[in-house]
């Protein structure tokens, strides 16, 4: 052959030689096949499918959702728009809590109603028995967060998700809080589980990626179906630094948990404070839940100043070295942002009493985040009085 042709070919055929602890990275858009009857069995066809470590991530998602089937895609957000794509159609009506993650809200609004999807939003306060009291004929599919996102409302989900099957809804949740560790949705009787891979699994703040995970082959099938209608697809080096972070995710989380619970027990005393939003502190309204279903709590919760002018809170904010202010959560880092402004979409008007701050506690020491928040909170009381 002549050389361009020999440098194009060389250095392609070997195969690995050694085996290293994680799998490795293929990074390709073409798959070769090994002869002219494979490029139409349906093995493989297109490298977008996924490869080695897509693959892997899947089979280690799999093990820890309890699913039969995991699918990736390159968001958490666009996991539940795809979630919702596969199994709604027009003519179809969703119950959707009032709580949910905000863009996922602005799916709902401006994309399913203009495909001909009902959407109603529900207080996440309900019980199973006046949620699905709520349902039509028409009702497909009922979306929960839980807790709820910002205010961290929790949801009887095993008990909303036996009502819903007792009348042929479906149901799914975004676990992202639990990340899929902390609570099991499949084993709690959902049908499918979503969480933004972004959080959590991923663990640096550095990979944008979102699971959906199911049990049911049909709704398997149709979330196949979906990303290859839809063209969604992650790369193997996202794949191969979601997985990484997956090995770590129970002792990272462990960490989270405990310095959250460190810092929230100190926000309770504080004189600036009117209450703090934690599910797994004793005497929060959604305790008893978070007992009897989470095996543990994550870094983020919220905290509720005493009343307070808008500059007061912007003073707090401002006074923050250790404490990072953006938005996302479930890296190493620790986290801020006021989530007032966030509360004009929802539907139903719950008056918190205070400023809500939401935070994410990270890896830091809590020492240092007591002292971070100190400062803030001396900040806060020096303009607001409170």
């Known amino acids: 052959m002549d050389e361009e042709s020999r440098l194009i070919r060389a250095g392609a055929g070997r195969k690995p030689e050694a085996k290293t602890v994680a799998p490795a990275i293929q990074r390709g858009s073409t798959v070769l096949l090994p002869n002219a009857r494979a490029l139409y069995d349906g093995t493989f066809g297109y490298g977008r499918s996924g490869l080695n470590a897509q693959h892997a991530l899947c089979e280690a998602l799999c093990e820890l959702e309890g699913a039969h089937e995991v699918q990736l895609f390159p968001s958490g957000l666009a996991a539940i728009t795809a979630a919702l794509m596969a199994v709604l159609q027009a003519g179809d009506h969703i119950l959707v809590v009032d709580t949910v993650y905000k863009p996922v809200r602005q799916f709902c609004d401006s994309v399913l109603t203009r495909f001909g999807v009902g959407v109603d939003y529900y207080d996440a306060r309900l019980d199973a028995e006046a949620l699905l009291a709520l349902a039509t004929p028409a009702t497909r599919l009922i979306l929960l967060e839980s807790p709820g996102s910002l205010t961290f409302e929790m949801q009887d989900v095993p008990g909303i998700a036996a009502a819903a099957h007792a009348r042929g809804v479906l149901t799914l949740i975004d676990n992202t809080w639990g990340a899929g560790l902390l609570f099991k949705p499949l084993a709690h009787g959902i049908d499918i589980s979503v969480q933004a891979l972004t959080k959590y ?186």
């Open 201 to 386: 699994v991923c663990g640096h703040s550095d990979v944008f990626m979102g699971s959906v995970a199911v049990t049911d082959r049909k709704l398997a099938a149709a979330m196949q179906e979906a990303v290859h209608d839809h063209g969604w697809a992650v790369t193997g080096d996202d794949a191969y630094q979601a997985l990484r972070g997956l090995r770590t995710l129970a002792v990272r989380m462990a960490r989270h948990g405990e310095n959250g619970l460190v810092v929230a027990t100190w926000l309770k005393e504080q004189p600036q404070v009117l209450r703090v939003i934690h599910p797994a502190l004793p005497g929060d309204a959604g305790h008893a839940l978070w007992t009897r279903d989470y095996s543990g709590a994550c870094g983020l919760f919220a905290v509720v100043l005493r009343p307070g002018p808008e500059k007061a809170v912007e003073a707090f904010l401002n006074a923050l070295r250790l404490f990072g202010l953006g938005y996302s959560w479930g890296g190493f880092e620790s986290l801020a942002i006021n989530g007032d402004p966030q509360f004009k979409r929802r539907k139903i008007a719950i008056d918190y009493g205070g400023p809500v701050i939401r935070l994410h506690v990270g890896l830091e020491s809590p020492v240092d985040l007591i002292a971070d928040l100190e400062g803030a909170l001396a900040a806060y009381e020096a303009v607001s009085g409170a």
